[in-house]
Each structure stands twice: as C-alpha cells, then as structure tokens.
C-alpha cells in the first residue's frame, strides 16, 4: 500500500497542482516517508515469518533463521538510511521514541542471528567452542544498543 502510494498516487495527487504544503500533510502522506515505511514493514513482514517458522513444531532451520534476521537487520537499517537521507524532515515529526524501537529491533535481530547461528554449529556437534562464543556474542549484543 505505502509503496503504491509512494510511487503512483502521491506523484500524480502532486502533479495535478495541489498548493497543500508537504507539513500540513501526515508524515505518512508524503512520498519519502511512504517509501521508507513500505520498507520497514517488509522488514516487519520477515519478522513475522521467523515466528511462524518458530511455533511450528519440531526442530526449526537455526542457520535459516541466522540468516533471515539478518536480512531483518539490513532492511531496517536500509530504512533508517532512507529516511534519513531522503525524509529527515519529516523524520523530525515522528516521535523520537519510535526510532529507539526500530534500533532496539536491529539490535535484537543482531542477536537473534548471532544466537540462531550458535544454535547452528551447536546442532552440527562440532565447533562446540564456536557456538559458545556465539551465544556469548549474542548475549553481549542484547545488553548494549546503538543509538538511534
């Protein structure tokens, strides 16, 4: 939806001549900001995936789930890039708090796939020192956070 209206209602809402000035607008009704959030919510969307994979039951994929938030990891920070190079203005009318989650979620998915890949070798019944570490790593990751 956000993606839609970033690249296909928006631009022709503006090129029909609307005098509404980008700030009278909501944040999310402006074409930078739209974008950024089709990408956060595909993140979200990856997210949601690795729970699904986690409820089923049995044994799940761990070095799948290292991977896949990982790539969580990297679409939220492609968020947090895009809205700053290409919304900061509209950035400033988000509540700050908001941005400290989406750096606490790019923590946590660090962890996760630390964690995720510690399982992995743990699994594989060598390396045993490695997923140790791992795991260590992954604890470490969970206990000090970025600033947004």
């Known amino acids: ?30 074409v930078g900001t739209a974008k950024g959030l089709s990408m956060l919510f595909k993140a979200n969307a990856q997210q949601m995936a690795i729970a ?3 409820i089923k ?6 070095s799948l789930l290292a991977k896949l938030s990982l790539g969580v990891v990297e679409q939220l ?12 203005k509209q950035m400033a009318r988000i509540e700050k708090d908001f941005f400290t989650l989406v750096t ?4 946590l998915q660090k962890a996760l796939s630390l964690y995720f890949y510690g399982r992995t070798l743990w699994e ?6 490695l997923a140790i ?5 992954a604890t470490l990751e969970l206990k000090t956070r970025d600033t947004p």
């Open 57 to 62: 039951p049995g044994t799940p994929n761990y």
């Open 77 to 88: 920070e492609a968020f947090i890039n895009y809205m700053r190079d290409n919304a900061f």
């Open 1 to 30: 939806i956000f993606t839609f209206l970033a690249d296909d209602h928006l631009p022709k809402w503006v090129a029909r001549g609307s005098k509404v000035s980008e700030d009278d607008l909501p944040v999310e009704c402006c």
């Open 52 to 54: 699904t994979v986690l």
């Open 104 to 107: 606490f979620q790019i923590q």
């Open 124 to 129: 594989q019944e060598h390396e045993y020192g």
């Open 133 to 137: 570490a791992m795991l260590s790593e």
